[in-house]
């Protein structure tokens, strides 16, 4: 028989350290759900969305074991009933075997949260991008359309990206007080929240996301204090540099200003709940929807920084 040919020594260290990361991440996971920092539905529903993600390697038994209070008898009866098994992990789930898990997490922690989470930052830290990515990857989140009087820039929609529109019906969505809140934004234009369509879908018990500026956030905490404000960061003040001059939507004098305005903003940031820090898009998306499956209180009571990358 011929012998197999053993990887290099540089591959198996490389190999034995990516495996340890992986065993580390899965135990995080596992510990939120421990603490109750996260639900073991919203855990369920990362995996899905994030195949490659450490929620998604997770065993079902691990993550039942994970929620308070179930043994390993009871979470060997629930695998049964559950028709899962006993090696299977999260994301490797069939369609009808998600379905079952979702609906016994969902009734044994009740209705998930609802949550309204306030997504702010500095200009070109990548808000839009982050937003877009939930929108495009979590379709459970409800991402608030907002209303506004600039003209759309190349690749815009109206009615997806914002609603854009004359001064005049602004005026009139104001008088009718049809906003959750409003602000002028760079001494330009302005900018608003429609608010029916975010009460409605709160009522239905979902998730809502509002992504809009400094200000927006404020006006919003006044009225909805029990909503969840996470400011975005960027990995260096370089970065957000290269980010706005990067796009080139906007001429010199535009950039020096919005700079500046940058500065200020940045110096908001100790007044929000959560800090996520924007290194990589879909892990910055990540967060902020782990955010709004956290239970009430087990984020806000100090401000949390996520900085992962």
Known sequence: ???????????????????????????????????????????????????????????????????????????????????????????GLGRKQRDRLADYLADRQGPEPTRLVVLAGPTAVGKGTVSSFIRDNHPDVLLS???????PRPGEVDGVHYYFVSDDKFDEMVSRNELLEWAVVHNSYRYGTPRPPIDAALAEGKRVLLEIDLQGARSVRSVMPEALLVFLLPPSWEELVRRLIGRGTEDAAEQARRLETAKVELAAQEEFDVKVVNTEVSQAAKEVVELMDAPAGATTSDSKEHSHG
């Open 1 to 91: 028989m011929v012998p197999r040919p053993q990887p290099p020594e540089v591959d198996r260290a490389a190999a034995s350290r990516a495996a340890i990361a992986a065993r580390r991440a899965r135990a995080s996971v596992k510990r939120e759900v421990a603490e109750r920092t996260r639900t073991a539905l919203s855990v369920a529903r990362t995996a899905w969305s994030t195949p490659e993600s450490a929620e998604a390697r997770l065993l079902v038994r691990e993550l039942l074991l994970s929620v308070p209070s179930l043994g390993p008898t009871r979470v060997e009866a629930v695998m049964n009933q559950l028709a899962i098994a006993e090696r299977k992990r999260v994301g």
């Open 145 to 151: 359309v907002s209303a506004t009087t600039r003209k």
